[in-house]
């Protein structure tokens, strides 16, 4: 049966006007309307821009629970119903978004009105969704493998043909050790998944801290700020007194979260996350080195015996003078032969000969799997608060020494945050630290810690 003039035009609709798509397709999976507010306009219109290339790089900082990744994942189908050679590449931190993202992207391509008029019909592989014509889309987590698929197409650079996703590269929970290494992973493994230099890059997510993916990419581009081919979209959770939107933030709540908990209302709500200069560890109390000297030391192993999921802190100290010369900070490696493995590797690079370690984790395996190493008990502080206190005046007129690369600086971060973090951990371990070298042996802070 031939169509209808009233079909074809509901085509042509979807086709050339992303707002109506967004109406059909929504109402198609979901059986509701979909509520343009004043915010998905105003991210509607900067999705627009880059579909016309008029930017390289667009950065989306908004609040959560405001339905962002549905119009991401809207604007994505459009663009491949659009053209059946557009390539898209999607990366977020969490499984559940990306088999979200496929789901979503297979619903809207069984619907018929968009099935029926596809260049080519798309197909759910294990590694993406594409067709036969090479368009299509992979999705994958920011630390995943990314391998192979990249986005756009090498033989056209004057039309959209794809572009590269990053949907809330963070937990909300995760440190700022682990935000810096999503950073790492995300600038050597999915920035340069461009198959031409002109596939732009769309980063949307809540601020965490200063130096999560939005900080870190708007200072690595900051010369595509200046030249315009790159733009920041700040949607606040309240402007001149007005909330973004009453339902999911009204104002009492609002004003309720700046009053108790003043870090989570300018990150995630106000995207305006702040300078933070802890209560006990602050600026002046950290330096940095490139490099070590090969005195003999001794390393301390500092972590939580109750949650191996926690961050370990290694720190080794010379023998001599009890002067600490490098601190190392690892998460989630508490895991056998991967544990040992960085001890010994930590003990060989700063030539330590005696560990010690908390009592509760002694046991004949360890003390068998950390040999040639000699291993020493370590009691651990219960109580951090008190403790911290305490550690901060061991720090007057000394230093704590961190390598000079981006995850010693995070560290930095993350100590600084005590107490207002809940991701305290990182403090516990380098105050027990603090108090093993200083407290227990009875010496005293000079130059350096």
């Known amino acids: 049966m031939s169509e209808t003039f009233e079909q074809l035009d509901i085509i042509k ?56 990744t549905t119009l991401l994942t809207y604007f994505v189908a459009w663009t491949m119903f659009k053209s059946g050679k557009t390539y898209n590449n999607y990366y977020t931190y969490s499984d559940l978004l990306v088999n979200r993202m496929y789901s979503t992207i297979t619903k809207i391509f069984k619907i018929p009105e968009i099935s029926e008029h596809v260049e080519s019909t798309y197909k759910r592989e294990k590694e993406d969704f594409s067709n036969s014509l090479g368009g299509g889309l992979f999705a994958q987590t920011t630390l995943g493998q990314v391998t192979g698929f990249g986005a756009g197409r090498k033989d056209d650079i004057d039309n959209f043909n794809g572009c590269i996703v990053i949907d809330d590269p963070h937990k909300a929970q995760d440190s700022i050790v682990r935000i810096a290494s999503a950073n790492s992973a995300i600038k050597s493994a999915v920035l340069n998944r461009k198959n031409n230099h002109r596939v732009p890059i769309i980063v949307i997510m809540q601020r965490l801290h ?83 000297t090969k005195d003999r030391s001794s390393t301390i192993i500092s972590f939580n015996p109750e949650n191996t999921a926690e961050p370990i802190v290694l720190v080794a100290f010379k023998k001599k003078d009890k002067d600490a010369v490098i601190l190392d900070y690892q998460e989630n ?17 700063n030539n330590s000969k005696k560990v010690y370690i908390p009592s509760s984790l002694i046991t004949k395996t360890v003390k068998q799997e950390l ?4 291993v020493e008990e370590l009691e651990e502080s219960a109580n951090v608060g008190l403790s911290a206190f305490y550690a901060v005046g061991l720090l007057k007129g000394g230093k704590i020494k961190l390598k000079d690369d981006e995850l010693y600086t995070a560290f930095k971060e993350e100590l600084k945050l005590y107490p207002n973090s809940k991701r305290d951990f990182a403090t516990k371990a380098m105050i027990n630290v603090l108090e093993v070298l200083f407290v227990r042996t009875g010496s005293t802070i000079k130059s350096s810690l």
């Open 13 to 68: 609709q979807i086709q050339d006007d992303f707002e109506f798509f967004v109406n059909f397709i929504h109402k198609r999976i979901t059986g509701e309307e979909f509520e343009w507010l004043g915010y998905n306009k105003k991210i509607k219109t900067e999705l627009m821009n880059v579909y016309k290339l008029q930017y390289l790089l667009l950065f989306i900082n908004i609040p959560p629970r405001l339905g962002k």
């Open 210 to 292: 200063k130096a999560d993916t939005t900080g870190y990419l708007m200072d690595l581009y900051s010369d595509y700020f200046t030249d315009g081919r790159a733009k920041q979209l700040k949607l606040s959770a309240e402007i001149n007194g007005k909330p973004i939107a009453h339902k999911e933030y009204p104002l009492e709540m609002l004003h309720l979260e700046k009053e108790k908990d003043p870090s989570y209302y300018w990150s995630q709500l106000m995207q305006e996350p702040q300078n933070v200069d802890g209560k006990y560890f602050k600026n002046q109390h950290f330096e940095t080195y490139k490099s070590t």
């Open 333 to 349: 490696i508490i895991e056998a032969d991967s544990f040992f493995e960085s001890v010994h590797e930590f003990c060989e690079e």
């Open 371 to 374: 040999k040639p190493l000699k």
